[in-house]
């Protein structure tokens, strides 16, 4: 019978599955930067909200856990200052970059900052 039918099948499924891998990567590329960076967020909250008080320890906790979650966050990007009358407001500012990379054909650099106080 008729056997272009199933080639063009075979042709068609094989386009689709090489799409959905195409995306997936796409989309667990463009995801690891920005989970990190909210999940680095969500812990400098909660580091302010634990009130250590010193403003060097409140630094190097935060410096710690961007390094766990493998931010590339540099020591002099980051500002922990006291504000308010009598300096109980922590402000936390950060800033990183991170470039996302597609096989050395696209590059994406992508640039995030972190402002939180408490």
């Known amino acids: 019978m008729n056997t272009s039918i199933g080639n063009r099948g ?16 796409l989309l667990i590329s463009f995801g690891k930067p920005y989970y990190r960076y909210n999940t680095l967020r969500s812990r400098t909250k909660d580091i ?6 010193n403003v060097q320890a409140i630094k190097e906790k935060i410096m710690s856990e961007a390094a766990e979650l493998h931010v ?15 300096g109980k407001v922590i402000r936390v500012k ?25």
Not at 10 to 24: C, D, P, R
Not at 100 to 113: G, H, I, M, P, T
């Open 94 to 118: 950060a800033t990183w970059s991170e470039t996302v990379n597609f096989w050395d054909y696209y590059q994406k650099r992508l640039d995030f900052e972190i402002d939180e106080e408490y």
């Open 72 to 86: 590339p966050l540099e020591e002099e990007n980051i500002t922990v200052t006291r504000q308010g009358d009598l």
């Open 48 to 53: 302010l909200m634990m009130e250590l008080g």
């Open 10 to 25: 075979f042709i068609k499924g094989f386009f689709l599955l090489a799409l959905f891998v195409g995306m997936s990567f």
